[in-house]
């Protein structure tokens, strides 16, 4: 079935480690990619976008994604975490034509640890 | 800018009973809202999207009958649960895609915690 995968359920970090989440997704052409963040009893945010041009794509608060269309992925990085990088955060899918739908991944908690 | 906002943010209710939820785009115009729906612990699934002046589209599986949705405006969409029951409490959030934005940019709601006791 086509869908959206995160690898890390749950990943826990000390501050200053390096982060990378992992996201795949099966929809085949044309893909509209994001990542979203939910702060603890916040709403959703989003962090980066991915739509076309370079596959490199930087976002708010130093996360950047890197979208590999030959590996079906857009995994999530940060060079460096923060406590306050503590959080569920989203992969999401726009498959080609489909006019705004949303499909999420099941999401990954990052707990950093100060 | 770019504002959503949900109310109730949390409600309680009584199993049989019926509830509605709101969803707002305060800075914005959206012609298109949708409604996700969040487990403990688990990914948002997409209910339906909600168009304004036309009938809400409903994913596979989603009873529209029993999640009632009215976008009778291009800043509100509503969202019933009618007869509610206790497996229908859940975090319920909604999107809202501006008017003027591209085609894929939206902008979430709070969200909407229910319980039916």
């Known amino acids: 079935a086509q869908s959206v995968s995160q690898h890390n359920h749950h990943v826990i970090l000390s501050e200053a480690a390096s982060l990378e989440l992992g996201c795949n997704y099966s929809?085949?052409?044309?893909?509209?990619l994001f990542w979203y963040v939910q702060y603890p009893g916040q709403h959703l945010q989003l962090l980066l976008k991915y739509f076309s041009g370079d596959p490199l794509v930087k976002g708010i608060k130093g996360f950047e994604a890197e979208f590999i269309k030959s590996k079906f992925s857009f995994n999530l990085r940060k060079p460096s975490v923060q406590w306050s990088d503590t959080a569920e955060y989203f992969c999401?899918?726009?498959?080609?034509?489909?006019?705004?739908?949303?499909?999420f991944g099941q999401g990954t908690t990052l707990q950093v640890k100060p | 800018g770019a504002v959503v906002s949900q109310h109730p943010s949390r409600v309680i209710c009584k199993s049989g009973t019926s509830v509605k939820i709101e969803c707002r785009s305060l800075?914005?115009?959206?012609?298109?809202m949708f409604w996700y729906r969040q487990f403990p612990k688990k990914s948002l699934m997409l209910m339906a999207t909600s168009n304004e002046g036309s009938k809400a589209t409903y994913e596979q599986g989603v009873e529209k009958d029993k999640f009632l949705i009215n976008h009778a405006s291009l800043t509100l969409s509503t969202l019933t649960v009618t007869s509610a029951h206790p497996e229908d409490s859940s975090f319920y959030i909604c999107s809202a895609h501006p008017l003027a934005g591209g085609v894929n940019e939206q902008f979430f709601g709070p969200g909407t915690r229910l319980t039916v006791l």
């Open positions: 929809y085949g052409g044309t893909v509209n």
């Open positions: 800075d914005f115009q959206a012609t298109t």
């Open positions: 999401a899918v726009i498959p080609s034509g489909n006019t705004g739908k949303l499909i």
